[in-house]
């Protein structure tokens, strides 16, 4: 089945780091994404993953993929308070005549002074 | 400003009316995708278009529909409208039709209450 899940809320000091975690169902999945979404916006790609890696880095952000146990994290180095928002771990599937991607329900980052 | 635009950015209507929302994709792009999001249910993939053509569809309800015109606008029409369709309808638009990776570039949002 298609299911993506991350717990809703992480409340963070400023400064410290952010892990967001996510599982997803369908092991067919080539890429996996991270999604931002800041108060009154849409959603804005942050980073993505091919499956066949295990970490990319960019800049403060580190995505963590295990494909076996189909886990993927996202860690923000130093968080500022301009990282609060909605981040979204998504699917991809591969499909021949489409290209269709399945979110999670997302889970809001708050900073703490 | 991710180039995709959507209108209207707010609308209020009653129950059992219908509404169409517009959704202009980036220069270029011709894919377009529409999601509902809401509180209880997240981000939901509803449809999506490529070049005037349905490619894929989601969990999209059959008094929802939805059009790609020659021009890439696309529009989506919600029908016999209930208190349950309340949310933010967002456009996305993409290069691909098919294959990975996908960057969708998304719409501010059209929020729909249905009083």
């Known amino acids: 089945g298609e299911d993506v899940e991350q717990s809703l809320f992480l409340s963070v000091r400023e400064g410290d780091s952010s892990v967001i975690n996510c599982t997803y169902t369908d092991s067919s999945s080539t890429y996996l994404y991270w999604y931002k979404q800041e108060p009154g916006a849409g959603l804005q790609l942050l980073t993505y993953i091919f499956s066949n890696m295990d970490m990319k880095q960019d800049q403060r952000l580190t995505v963590l993929l295990n494909k076996k146990d189909k886990h993927l994290s996202l860690r923000i180095a130093d968080t500022q308070t301009g990282d609060s928002a909605i981040y979204f771990c998504a699917e991809g599937l591969p499909h021949s005549s489409a290209s269709k991607i399945i979110f999670g329900s997302g889970t809001r980052l708050s900073i703490r002074p | 400003d991710s180039g995709v635009t959507q209108t209207p950015k707010h609308l209020i209507t009653a129950t059992g009316q219908r509404v169409t929302l517009r959704c202009s994709p980036r220069s270029g792009d011709l894919s377009v995708y529409w999601y509902q999001q809401s509180l209880d249910q997240g981000l939901q993939f509803l449809i999506q278009?490529?070049?005037?053509?349905?490619?894929a569809k989601g969990n999209i309800l059959e008094r929802f529909s939805a059009q790609q015109f020659p021009d890439l606008h696309s529009e989506l029409n919600l029908s016999s409208l209930e208190l349950g369709d309340s949310a933010l309808y967002f456009c996305?638009?993409?290069?691909?039709?098919?294959?990975?990776?996908?960057?969708?570039?998304f719409g501010p949002g059209t929020r729909l209450t249905v009083l």
């Open positions: 996305a638009s993409s290069t691909r039709w098919s294959g990975e990776p996908n960057e969708q570039f």
């Open positions: 278009y490529y070049n005037g053509e349905e490619r």
